[in-house]
Each structure stands twice: as structure tokens, then as C-alpha cells.
């Protein structure tokens, strides 16, 4: 039911394999690739630890690096609408091979959306 966390719901080994096969896409994407270091074992790393605390689960990334600030972290690189539209289209594909219902899914699929959108810091290049 609602009582249990996103978290608890999906579940550490499912949450992980998200992550890897999302950061796969973003790795193979021509727009999102080039913002993105290339080794990507830290980056994947600390996204488990930030997701499972934004999904309800323990802190696990404030325990290691304190406040999450994400719109501050991400404010060196260049984050258009369109790019934000890519990394969200990456994570749906990635959760989407998972087997997870309704309305767990969705409710996922919002959360991230939201901070996807308020993560945008640049127009688009003219
Ligand atoms: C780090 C891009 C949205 C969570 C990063 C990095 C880039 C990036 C380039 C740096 C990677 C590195 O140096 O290791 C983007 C783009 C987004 C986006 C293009 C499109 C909107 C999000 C969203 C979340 C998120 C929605 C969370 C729900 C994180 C976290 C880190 C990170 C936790 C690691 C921060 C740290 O270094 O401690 N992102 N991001 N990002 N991003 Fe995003």
C-alpha cells in the first residue's frame, strides 16, 4: 500500500539495475554523453545512494555528501529543456525493463519528471 516507500516497494536490486541500464543509455546518448564524464562507475554509484534517499529509503548520499543542493550541483553543466526531455526519456527506458506495476511505476515516472524539469538552467543554443 502508499504506507510502504517507493523504495520499499522497488526494492535495493531493482533500483540498481535502473540506475546501471540508465546510465548504459546516457553513455550511447549523442546529446547527453558529452556533459557526462566517460567513466561513470562514481556517477552511477552516487545516483543509487540519491535515489534511494528521494524514493523514501535511507540517506544514504547526504550520509556520505552532505545536503544534496542538486540544482546547485548540476549549475556547471549546461541543462536545456531538450536535455532534460533526453534523460528522462533514458530513466523510463530503463525502468521500463523492469517488471514494475501500476501505479508504482507512474508515481516514479513523476517524481523524476518533476526534478528533471526544475534541474533546466540553460535556453536551448540558438
Ligand atoms: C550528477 C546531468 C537530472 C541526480 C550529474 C552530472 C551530470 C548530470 C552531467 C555530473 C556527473 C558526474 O560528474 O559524475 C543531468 C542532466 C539532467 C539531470 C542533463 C537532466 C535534467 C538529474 C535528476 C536527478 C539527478 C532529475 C535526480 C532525480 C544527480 C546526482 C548526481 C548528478 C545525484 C551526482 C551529484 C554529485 O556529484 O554528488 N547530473 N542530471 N540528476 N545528478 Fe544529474
Redo the contacts with the bound molecule.
Keep these: 500500500t502508499s504506507e510502504q516507500s517507493i523504495y520499499e516497494r522497488i526494492g535495493e536490486n531493482q533500483l540498481s539495475s535502473i540506475v546501471d541500464r540508465f546510465y548504459h543509455y546516457v553513455s550511447n546518448h549523442p546529446e547527453?554523453a558529452p556533459?557526462?564524464?566517460d567513466d561513470?562507475t562514481?556517477?552511477a554509484r552516487?545516483?543509487k545512494?540519491?535515489?534511494t534517499q528521494?524514493f523514501g529509503g535511507p540517506p544514504l548520499?547526504s550520509q556520505e555528501?552532505g545536503h544534496?543542493m542538486?540544482r546547485a550541483?548540476?549549475m556547471?553543466?549546461q541543462?536545456t529543456p531538450t536535455?532534460?526531455k533526453?534523460?528522462?526519456e533514458c530513466m523510463i527506458r530503463a525502468i521500463d525493463e523492469e517488471p514494475i506495476g501500476e501505479p508504482l511505476r507512474t508515481e516514479m515516472i513523476e517524481?523524476?519528471q518533476f526534478?528533471?524539469?526544475?534541474?533546466?538552467n540553460s535556453s536551448e543554443p540558438s
Design positions: 547527453l556533459i557526462f564524464p561513470l562514481e556517477t552516487k545516483q545512494q540519491f535515489l528521494f548520499y555528501h544534496p542538486l550541483r548540476h556547471p553543466f541543462i536535455r532534460a533526453r534523460w528522462i517524481r523524476l526534478t528533471a524539469n526544475h534541474m533546466v
